[in-house]
């Protein structure tokens, strides 16, 4: 059997490098891409060392969605696309400054989305593969003080949804994440309540799992679905006095 091969996008996240090596140590090829191809090569040859699976590495930039085309075009197709991409940003600063809420915005939502879409028609073309998004429990339902980031994570989490419906037909697999908290270099300066904080091995050992199972949607820490169903089972009459 041909070997299967994964492409990670955002590579130099502590998440992608967990799930590389999830994929890498079952016999998968790795291929790798981001925006600092310095820091992606010494990942690469990490996980190579550890694994003694090749890893390839490849420019990518989720805010250049005009070359997302030609960025496809160049890499041998992949099995599995997962998105990784992500930028927290800085939500006090998006309430006044337009530019930053953009760069959020296209960061969590119209990069990942419209560079999956990419990937989802040469695999519909091609028969098989599967799509892999990490989205955010954030964008289940916006909160004062995240809610630049979490509307993004929602119109992708949404746009997952939708494409999973189009394409179920075809054999052409979508998986929605949401990792809930994950010690990461993007949560280092918050304190994490530990029994709902994922560490980044396990957010790529459940994407592996549940890729291999053909789940639709996860929750790394299964608890998150239900602190979920609570929060936003809250009326907005109540909701919108809370401070979260
Ligand atoms: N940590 C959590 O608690 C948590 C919870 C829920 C969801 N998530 C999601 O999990 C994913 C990974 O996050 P993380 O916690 O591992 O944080 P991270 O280390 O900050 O990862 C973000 C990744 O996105 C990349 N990225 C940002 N802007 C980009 C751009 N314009 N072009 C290409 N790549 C870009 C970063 O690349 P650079 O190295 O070049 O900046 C980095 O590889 C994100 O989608 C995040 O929203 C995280």
């Avoid at 396990?202 to 639709?216: H, I, M, S």
């Amino acid at each position: 059997m041909a070997e299967k091969a994964v492409l990670i996008l955002g590579g130099t996240s502590d998440i992608a490098r967990a799930t590389a090596l999830a994929f890498a140590r079952r016999g998968w090829t790795i291929q790798l891409a981001g925006r600092a191809l310095a820091e992606l090569q010494r990942e690469a040859d990490d996980i190579s060392t550890r694994t003694g699976r090749p890893v390839s590495v490849h420019q990518f930039d989720v805010l250049s969605t005009g070359s997302f085309t030609a960025f496809a075009d160049a890499l041998p197709l992949p099995d599995v696309v997962i998105s990784v991409v992500g930028l927290l940003g800085d939500q006090p600063r998006a309430e006044t400054d337009l530019g930053h809420a953009a760069e959020i915005m296209r960061s969590n939502y119209e990069g990942p989305a419209l560079v999956l879409a990419v990937f989802a028609e040469r695999f519909r073309a091609r028969g098989h593969g599967a799509l892999v998004g990490i989205s955010s429990v954030a964008g289940d339902r916006g909160r004062g003080s995240n809610y630049v980031y979490g509307s993004a994570k929602a119109g992708f989490t949404a746009f997952l949804s939708g494409l999973r419906n189009r394409l179920a037909s075809s054999g052409i697999h979508v998986m929605t994440v949401k990792p809930g908290f994950v010690r990461t270099r993007m949560t280092e300066h918050m304190k994490l309540p530990p029994v709902i904080t994922a560490s980044p091995d396990e957010v790529g050992e459940r994407v592996f799992a549940g890729l291999d199972r053909r789940k639709d949607v996860i929750y790394v820490r299964p608890v998150w679905r239900l602190v979920m169903l609570i929060i936003c089972a809250i009326p907005e009459a109540v909701f919108k006095r809370l401070k979260l």
